[in-house]
């Protein structure tokens, strides 16, 4: 009997993790929402149980537009990972949404990322989309 090869599938995230389950629920519907500090107005990402600037716990979900900045990438030339292998070379990107947070990312829709993302440049949200949520990459604009 021959042993059929498995295909390599994105680590994704739980939703059980009390801090973050709120955020990627809403990624199933496309939606980047982040947390905003409704005593000070920090604006709070990762999302968690208290404020980041004034350590209050009244947190409010704010939904991004989904247009932003990169701030700053790395180009991995070499993953290890089976899903990320093949990928490669690929760029990670901190980018700083318009409404105020910064995420880790992948940029994607790119042909070459050493020549094709730069700092500064403009991007927008794309998803990844899987069974129970989605995972949110950027693409430039």
């Known amino acids: 009997m021959s042993e059929e090869k498995k295909i390599p599938t994105r680590p994704l995230p739980k939703l059980t993790e009390l801090d973050t389950a709120e955020f990627w629920r809403a990624t199933k519907n496309k939606?980047?929402?982040?947390?905003?500090?409704?005593?000070?107005?920090?604006?709070?990402?990762?999302?968690?149980?208290?404020?980041?600037?004034?350590?209050?716990?009244?947190?409010?979900?704010?939904?991004?537009?989904?247009?932003?900045?990169?701030?700053?990438?790395?180009?991995?030339?070499?993953?290890?990972?089976?899903?990320?292998?093949?990928?490669?070379?690929?760029?990670?990107?901190?980018?700083?949404?318009?409404?105020?947070?910064?995420?880790?990312?992948?940029v994607v829709g790119v042909d070459d990322p050493g020549a094709d993302v730069h700092i500064g440049q403009r991007v927008q949200l794309q998803w990844e989309e899987h069974e129970e949520l989605s995972i949110p990459l950027v693409t430039p604009v």
């Open 31 to 106: 939606e980047f929402r982040y947390q905003q500090c409704a005593n000070c107005g920090t604006i709070v990402w990762h999302p968690r149980a208290h404020c980041t600037g004034c350590v209050d716990g009244d947190l409010r979900w704010k939904t991004s537009a989904g247009q932003g900045t990169v701030y700053s990438y790395s180009i991995v030339r070499l993953s290890y990972h089976p899903f990320f292998r093949g990928k490669a070379p690929y760029a990670v990107a901190y980018v700083d949404l318009d409404e105020g947070p910064r995420f880790l990312t992948n």
